[in-house]
């Protein structure tokens, strides 16, 4: 007999386990079913998020930061040490205890809800019957319910030639976790995961050499931003090439030996260790049995619509696995949707305001449309900024970098992008948000009393500039 739930969940990652919550604390007796085993061998929910992505990378961008500041930038404040060094283990088993922290909140959070939280791989059958794999021992066990949401994530994606083998190639499970230095680490895609865990290992003192494909630096973000960014970057020794098309990869004495093309022709570099984060993929192995109705789209993704429902009735889609940015927040706030939804509530995602920031120094965030996207689409728009340089919080801090710049519609001017780089620009970009969400203008930002001295200041001055009467900048 299988056993009967209101809503079930496969996959326990920021998508699916808040789901869950979320559904429980609405009255729906709830199960969630995930696989993922942590380094200790013990069950892990959290996902990919908690466990080998965004906490573990940002747990690393901090020790590595604390140290190349240590050796490169206190001594501008009259501190010296002698001796400094990192201690790779430690670093390590840091993240690692931060990562199991969490996961063991989440197990907390499932007991605090009354969630029936199921370690194991779950498999959609016809009729909204999951069949759940324990991962302790491989017992089957059948259950069933009202509505299900698939929140099963997504994998790195493989490039041909270039096969992992978990110590010498790696993906981000890998890089989170090497047990030295490399002294010098090839990564191939210069996207988001190939900046943070480059710039992770080249804090530490790796000659980091990212291979892009494309001839555009991060060309998803604004072009202003990318454009600078890729200069501060290239301060901090990471070298970046772009138009690199990479043929193959192979390991030979220790070595990662790379063949590939640019504008130059064919050549070859070696390196100690070589990321491979070229994009990620929906993963739904071994999810839908053929009879489960669900429809994956061309691209392996499962099939939604605006308010995440797949192609079988009762059953609904989150996160990575779906169309969509692959980020964490994103993945939740669908989770939180689809249990209102299920519960008959209005609910919806503005996708249009959801922010993306990437965690290098200094950092870059961003919300709605970049100054290419409203040309394209021949939006009338205009444009303010203001440089970190010129705000006493920065250069207070150390921090000089980078800039604000905002984009509002030429008539109304409601604002339609704002683009981040420089410190706390992770934190700073919610503001913007909030205005976006409330479609406010420029002008509502510029009217609004902003703290002194603080970096958010830099928000409050390309709002002034946006009406060029910026006040610690020529206009
Ligand atoms: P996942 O987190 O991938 O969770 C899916 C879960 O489902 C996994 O535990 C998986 O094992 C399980 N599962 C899959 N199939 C089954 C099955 N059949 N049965 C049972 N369980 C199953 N995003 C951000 O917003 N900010 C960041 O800073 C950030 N940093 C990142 C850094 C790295 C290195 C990486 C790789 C990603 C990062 N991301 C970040 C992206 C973020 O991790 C994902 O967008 C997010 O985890 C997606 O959540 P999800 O719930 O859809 O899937
Ligand atoms: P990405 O899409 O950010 O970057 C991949 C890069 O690889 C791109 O620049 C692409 O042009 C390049 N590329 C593709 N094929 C290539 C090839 N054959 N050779 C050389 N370059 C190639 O993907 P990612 O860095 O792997 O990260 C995956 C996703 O995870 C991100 O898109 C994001 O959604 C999520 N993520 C988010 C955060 C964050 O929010 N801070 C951090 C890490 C990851």
């Known amino acids: 007999m299988a056993e009967k739930f209101d809503l079930i969940v496969i996959g326990g990652g920021p998508g699916g386990y808040v789901a869950a919550i979320r559904a429980a604390q609405l009255g729906f007796k709830t199960a969630c079913v995930d696989m993922f085993t942590g380094k200790d061998g013990k069950p892990a929910p959290g996902g990919t998020c908690l466990n080998v992505g965004c906490i573990p990378s940002k747990a690393l961008l901090d020790s590595s930061k604390h140290y190349h500041h240590l050796q ?3 001594g501008a404040h009259g501190i010296s040490m002698k001796d400094t060094a990192i201690d790779v283990a430690t670093m390590i088993a840091r993240k690692d205890g931060i990562v199991k922290k969490l996961t063991g909140g989440v197990t907390q959070l499932f007991k605090g809800n009354k969630i029936a939280y199921y370690h194991g791989k779950g498999r959609l059958m016809a009729g909204r019957q999951v069949q759940v794999t324990l991962s302790d021992g491989g017992e089957i066990q059948q259950l069933e319910a009202d509505n299900v949401i698939l929140a099963s ?13 978990g110590k010498y190639i790696v993906d981000n499970v890998g890089a989170l976790d090497f047990d030295s230095v490399p002294a010098t680490l090839g990564v191939i895609g210069a996207g988001v995961i190939g900046l943070e865990l480059g710039s992770v290992w080249n804090r530490l003192g790796s000659e980091v050499t990212l291979l892009e494909a494309l001839p555009d630096f991060l060309p998803i973000a604004d072009r202003d931003v990318s454009k600078q960014a890729a200069r501060e970057f ?11 098309l990479v043929k193959s990869a192979a390991v030979k004495k220790n070595k990662v030996i790379v063949n590939l093309e640019d ?11 070589l990321l491979v984060c070229v994009g990620r993929k929906a993963y739904t192995e071994g999810l839908l049995d053929e009879d489960s109705g669900v429809q994956l789209t061309a691209n392996g993704q499962i099939q939604v619509d605006d308010q995440s429902r797949t192609t079988a009735p009762g059953v609904w889609a989150i996160g990575d696995c779906v169309r969509g940015p692959m980020l964490a927040h ?10 209102e939804l299920i519960a008959g509530k209005p609910a919806h995602i503005h996708f249009d ?3 993306w920031v990437v965690y290098t120094e200094p950092e870059i965030a961003w919300v709605g449309k970049t100054e290419q996207e409203l040309k394209d689409a021949g939006v009338d728009y205009k444009t303010g900024s203001f440089p970190f340089a010129a705000n006493g919080r920065a250069l207070a801090g150390g921090n000089p970098a980078g800039l604000v710049k905002m ?3 030429a008539e109304t001017d409601e604002i339609l992008g704002v683009h981040i780089l420089g410190a706390n620009a992770s934190e700073l970009i919610s503001e913007c948000v909030v205005a976006m969400e409330f479609q406010g203008s420029s002008e509502d930002l510029a009217r609004i009393v902003h703290a002194h001295p603080t970096l958010s200041e830099a928000v409050h001055e390309a709002a002034l500039h946006v ?9």
């Open 72 to 74: 490169h930038d206190y």
């Open 153 to 165: 994530g997504s994998v790195p994606i493989q490039i041909p030639n270039v096969e992992f083998d």
């Open 234 to 244: 290239k301060k901090q020794g990471l070298d970046i090439r772009l138009g690199t």
């Open 263 to 273: 504008k130059n022709g064919e050549s070859q570099l070696t390196f100690d260790r």
């Open 330 to 339: 994103k993945a939740s706030e669908e989770g939180i949707a689809v249990a």
């Open 353 to 355: 305001t959801v922010p």
């Open 407 to 409: 984009l509002a519609d």
């Open 467 to 475: 009406d060029k009467r910026a006040i610690h900048r020529g206009n």
